[in-house]
């Protein structure tokens, strides 16, 4: 478990360099001196709140609870997906959010491919399965970095790379609402929506790779760690 004081403890280093200028130097002219002390404030009470719940995150990542959403993903991977895929016919079509970008001639052309029944099934599959897809995947891979980054590092902003999965969590929410969006309105087009739903998901698939990527190196690190005797 973590120490409910460790947080705070951590921050001090962040937090008491900027108090000392700000007594000891505040006339200084320089941008932060510029900032109100209300805003300064908020700056660091949302710091404060993006830390502990970093932390908080660091404190749930057992065993047990990894195990739960690798079984959730699994399942909407292996089992739901492919399922309501062939109900609705569109097992062997190419769904845009596997895409890494597309032009909107492209995905409109997609979304004729579908056919009536098809694009019926769109509304199943992106807008309430994979909408609770980003709720399963997005906490897994933040479980299992955190469960990495414990003990491998100590610095803040490394340590708080566990969060980034729901930046990938926000582009797949944004990138379904663009495709749900076009799929409901066709055979009507809104380029502009297609390119920030292409945008969305290139981000979308950017992010997924720096953490897969992250996890990798954690992973390495460990490994090495364990594998060097202490000295």
């Not at 087009?189 to 997924?208: D, H, N, Q, R, Y």
Request: charged share 15%.
């Amino acid at each position: 478990m973590i120490n409910n004081k460790g947080w705070q403890m951590n921050l001090l280093p962040t937090f008491v360099p900027l108090l000392q200028k700000q007594n000891n130097k505040p006339n200084k002219a320089c941008k932060y001196y510029r900032i109100p002390d209300t805003e300064k404030l908020k700056i660091m009470v949302l710091y404060t709140k993006v830390y502990m719940f970093s932390e908080w995150l660091k404190s749930r990542s057992s065993i047990f609870n990894i195990l739960l959403f690798l079984v959730g993903f699994i399942t909407l991977t292996v089992f739901i997906f492919p399922y309501f895929k062939t109900h609705y016919g569109l097992q062997n079509a190419v769904l845009l959010d596997v895409l890494f970008g597309f032009s909107p001639e492209r995905a409109y052309d997609i979304i004729a491919s579908y056919g009536d029944y098809g694009r019926k099934g769109i509304f199943v599959i992106t807008g309430i399965v994979d909408f609770i897809y980003p709720l399963v995947y997005g906490p897994l891979l933040a479980l299992l970095l955190s469960r990495l980054i414990i003990k491998l590092s100590t610095t803040i902003n490394i340590r708080l790379i566990n969060l980034l999965p729901f930046v990938v969590v926000l582009f797949d929410f944004i990138e379904n609402t663009g495709i749900l969006f076009m799929t409901a309105n066709y055979p009507a087009k809104s380029p502009p929506i297609a390119w920030l739903t292409s945008v969305a998901g290139i981000f979308k698939w950017l992010v997924t790779g720096v953490c897969i990527v992250t996890l990798l190196i954690l992973l390495i690190k460990k490994a090495n760690k364990k594998a060097t005797p202490n000295n």
